[in-house]
């Protein structure tokens, strides 16, 4: 068979990633062009790994080039433009998380996936992490029983990625969308995926903002020329079809010692905390590690990258079911826009309805 030829749009930051993740399968793959609206950025990077088809546009990429797939890796608010570009161009499709600025674009995307006969996954790369693997075998295994609550966050002090993140028009949002999507979605997946109903969520704007005299403004230094109109902290409670509830906080400035990521899910039978390993606290009074040899694996940030671009090549190449669909990036995209409207609104919002 020949090799997948790949293509990237967007060289910035996780993109380097996602290179790395194709240069792992060096016999499946091959990465052949990239795209940048940053010219001077796309031809440096595609030097350094010795691409030879560089473009400024992704139209004029997809037109050219017989993609077989496609890694989206830009700024938010260009994924579901990209994506859709790259689905009707006839390529299957990586795009990264959040899978758009909002469901409704996350549905735009869902559909050219599906008009095309093509695959959308969407980068939920902790999905991929061992400590999610270990707690998903737990939990299918019927050991922690029925699942009913999840606690999850993604805190930081004082970490405001800066730059377009902090801009709502290019990044759709603040913590929430770029980091509590990551634990919502987790809880999310070892819940089984249940189908969210209502959500209640709230906001604050108080540390990093420099119009209320915050502690941890934000200056043009590291905006960089970007607004800065996302907010701080958000916090949200959703409840799902089944009974599951969670609850998330995610900041990019909070007044903690440390940062921490969480993610803590219970069951009628135990409860468990990710971790590496993961730990379970059983009703009987029992607790352990699980830690069997199997989850022993590798699982630091470009590990989990790695396993994620396998399994899309896998997937493109020989149509092994994708365990990150378009469909849990819909979902995922309706629980925070949720979070949102109920911070803007001071009402429970009912998702789906
Ligand atoms: N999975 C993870 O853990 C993880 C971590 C970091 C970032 N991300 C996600 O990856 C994406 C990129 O983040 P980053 O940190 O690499 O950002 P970045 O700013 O380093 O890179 C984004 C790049 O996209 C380019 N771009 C913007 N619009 C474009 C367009 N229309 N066509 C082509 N290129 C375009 C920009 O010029 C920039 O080079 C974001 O969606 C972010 O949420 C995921």
């Known amino acids: 068979m020949s090799k997948i030829k790949v293509g990237i749009i967007g060289t910035g930051g996780i993109s380097h990633f996602h ?162 999507v990551h634990v919502m979605d987790l809880a999310r997946y070892l819940a089984g995926c249940p189908s969210p109903v209502a959500a209640y969520g709230v906001t604050f704007d108080n540390i990093g903002n420099a119009a209320q005299g915050g502690d941890k403004a934000w200056t043009a230094e590291t905006t960089g020329g970007f607004a800065r109109n996302v907010e701080d902290f958000a916090t949200g409670f959703i409840r799902f079809d089944n009974g599951f509830v969670m609850h998330v906080a995610a900041s990019f400035n909070l007044n903690i010692k440390h940062d921490t990521g969480d993610v803590e899910i219970f069951g009628s039978k135990a409860g468990i905390k990710l971790g590496n390993p993961s730990a379970y606290f059983k009703s009987d009074g029992t607790d352990g590690l699980i830690d069997d040899e ?36 819909v979902v995922l995209m309706q629980m925070i826009d949720a979070i949102y409207e109920s911070a803007a609104t001071g009402r429970e919002v009912i998702i789906g309805g």
Not at 31 to 36: E, H, N, W
Not at 121 to 132: L, P, W
Not at 143 to 154: E, K, L, P, R, T
């Open 294 to 329: 199997k989850y022993s694996k590798a699982s630091g940030f470009n590990d989990i990258f790695t396993y994620e671009i396998a399994h899309f090549i896998d997937c493109v190449a020989n149509n092994t079911p994708c365990c990150a669909p378009a469909r849990d990036g």
């Open 19 to 180: 290179m790395n993740g194709y240069n792992a399968v060096p016999d499946m793959c091959e990465v052949t062009a990239v795209c940048d609206i940053d010219k001077e950025k796309v031809t440096a990077y595609a030097e350094k790994y010795g691409v030879k088809r560089v473009y400024t546009d992704y139209n004029e990429m997809m037109a050219n080039e017989a993609l077989d797939a496609v890694s989206v890796t830009t700024w938010n608010s260009a994924h579901c433009g990209a994506a859709v570009a790259a689905l009707n161009g006839g390529a299957n499709v990586i795009c990264e998380k959040p899978m758009a600025m909002n469901a409704a674009e996350a549905k735009l995307m869902e559909q050219a996936a599906i008009r095309n006969g093509k695959l959308l996954q969407i980068g939920f790369v902790r999905r991929f992490g061992t400590d999610a693997e270990a707690a998903k075998d737990f939990i299918d295994s019927g050991a922690a029983g029925d699942i009913y609550f999840a606690n999850v966050s993604y805190l930081r002090r004082n970490g405001c990625p800066g730059g377009w993140f902090g801009d709502k028009f290019y990044s759709g949002g603040g913590p929430l969308i770029d980091l509590g």
